[in-house]
């Protein structure tokens, strides 16, 4: 969930070099098809992106046991649009009643975006389509444990077909979210090529995950244009990548940016108000340590290759040549200190972004502010 810039070149280039021996593709980022504001765009993109753009506050709440009374929350509120888990792929709340929820959130506001979060980089074992004797390399597309930390939660080889049949199938998930109303999706994991068990697994079987994460995205957005053209896709993270990528800003509709000045744990201790750096010199070093709490330190020194090892100048210098290629950016900070929600929610604006800030198991009902 996090994407960590810094670590990802150095993983890519040392995976590049193992490649390179084994006689696979090259797999770093193609840093030559770099931002432009001149990049022609379909009349379909361009009506989801000006609906993006109308965006003034969004929602972003994974939570399964969405009650009747969040619900009516969300109806009565003023958020233009709603990130929500898609509920009925929980092996406990198949029978979830999602298509209603979000009719009754476009019923109270005709412009309001109703988007289901989807882990395309990882497999869930708490998801439908988990089988009870899965585990890691049984299938073998199942290739570790979450790097940060998230129990239950699997990197996967995301170009096997096994993984593709899950989402494409007729049937499959990608054509339920389309059947239950909701205006696209928002995909989490779009960094898996950075990971290094991923990484590992892409040279095994002889694939450049860069690319095979940019096919893999357009097959999920295909798929859902295939039943409503106006289907919305936005990407989590690897901004790198639609900084860098034309081909790959031609497909999504927007770029969701986690953690860029705020971090906070897995398990939510702390939830929030862990600072990034917030320049490159500062990363790492006894002055940044010493300013950071207790809980902070802690997950500082747990997990090194963390956003916390990584700068928000990073973050915003990818951010702002996506969105000066002309995609909306979103940005997603968890703190909950009110000097640091203010703090998130200037500076994103200011930077042209739209932003969200909350707790970081996104468990809770954030009001517009």
Do not use: K
């Amino acid at each position: 969930m996090d994407l960590r810039i810094r670590a990802l070149w150095w993983s890519l280039g040392l995976i590049a070099v193992i490649a390179s021996a084994c006689g696979s593709a090259d797999l770093s980022v193609d840093s030559t098809n770099t931002a432009s504001t001149d990049e022609q765009v379909s009349p379909a993109t361009d009506e989801r992106r000006r609906q993006l753009e109308a965006v003034e506050n969004w929602l972003y709440l994974i939570d399964v046991n969405l009650d009747a009374a969040t619900v009516d929350e969300i109806v009565e509120s003023d958020h233009d649009m709603v990130v929500l888990d898609f509920i009925p792929s929980e092996q406990q709340n198949t029978d979830y009643p999602m298509a209603d929820v979000v009719e009754r959130l476009h019923e109270a506001d005709g412009e309001r975006l109703v988007l289901a979060y989807v882990d395309i980089g990882q497999a869930e074992d708490y998801r439908v389509y988990w089988e009870p004797d899965w585990r890691i390399g049984d299938p073998d597309w199942i290739v570790a444990d979450d790097p940060d930390g998230w129990e239950g939660n699997y990197p996967v080889a995301y170009w096997r077909q096994e993984w593709h049949d899950v989402w494409l199938d007729d049937g499959g998930l990608v054509s339920q979210i389309v059947d239950a109303g909701f205006d696209g999706v928002y995909l989490d994991w779009v960094e898996a090529y950075s990971d290094d068990s991923v990484a590992t697994a892409a040279v095994r079987d002889d694939v450049d995950p860069v690319d095979q994460m940019i096919d893999w995205v357009a097959a999920l957005a295909d798929t859902g244009r295939d039943g409503n053209p106006e289907f919305i896709v936005i990407a989590q993270n690897a901004a790198e990548l639609a900084a860098e990528n034309a081909d790959y800003r031609a497909i999504i509709d927007a770029v969701a940016q986690e953690q860029v000045w705020f971090d906070g744990a897995a398990d939510n201790d702390p939830p929030g108000d862990c600072p990034l750096p917030r320049t490159d010199d500062l990363i790492d070093t006894p002055a940044y340590e010493a300013s950071l709490s207790d809980g902070c330190l802690r997950l500082y020194d747990e997990l090194p290759d963390s956003t916390l090892h990584v700068s928000s100048e990073e973050y915003l210098d990818a951010l702002t040549a996506v969105r000066a290629a002309g995609l909306p950016v979103l940005t997603v900070d968890y703190a909950t200190d009110p000097d640091n929600v203010a703090f998130v929610l200037d500076e994103s604006r200011q930077h042209g972004f739209v932003p969200f800030v909350g707790s970081r198991l996104l468990d809770e009902y954030v009001p517009p502010r």
